[in-house]
């Protein structure tokens, strides 16, 4: 069992910046592929961006977060981190950390095995 706990979500405004910080226990972190999903109220559970096990070194965005959100995780520290910059009210959604027993999960969400409770993110126009 990997049990994930996120944090870090808040209200902001449009153009500003949040850390979101999903931490991990249970079983070796550094085994495990993260990711991170959002849904919005009434919709779908979407990709964000996913980091490979080994050295982090892989990783995906969904088109609309490239070049403005950046996965990032710390082994040491069984910590996964969403840096998000220039924030849009279309960002509004909870935000999910993921885990997969595999080196690279994807942005398919039947391939995570563990999901955290969800922080919420609110940007104001």
């Known amino acids: 069992q990997v049990q994930l706990v996120e944090s870090g979500g808040g209200l902001v405004q449009a153009g500003g910046s949040l850390r979101l910080s999903c931490t991990a226990s249970?079983?070796?972190?550094?085994?495990?592929?993260m990711a991170w999903f959002r849904q919005a109220p009434g919709k779908e559970r979407d990709f964000v961006a996913c980091?490979?096990?080994?050295?982090?070194?892989?990783?995906g965005y969904a088109d609309s977060m490239k070049g403005r959100f950046t996965i990032s995780r710390d082994n040491a520290k069984n910590v996964v981190y969403l840096r998000m910059n220039s924030l849009k009210p279309e960002d509004t959604a909870v935000y999910y950390c993921?885990?997969?027993?595999?080196?690279?999960?994807?942005?398919?969400?039947?391939?995570?095995?563990?999901w955290g409770q969800g922080t919420q993110v609110t940007v104001s126009p």
């Open positions: 993921a885990a997969a027993n595999t080196d690279y999960g994807g942005s398919y969400v039947g391939r995570y095995d563990y």
């Open positions: 980091i490979s096990w080994r050295d982090g070194r892989s990783y």
């Open positions: 249970g079983r070796t972190f550094s085994s495990y592929a």
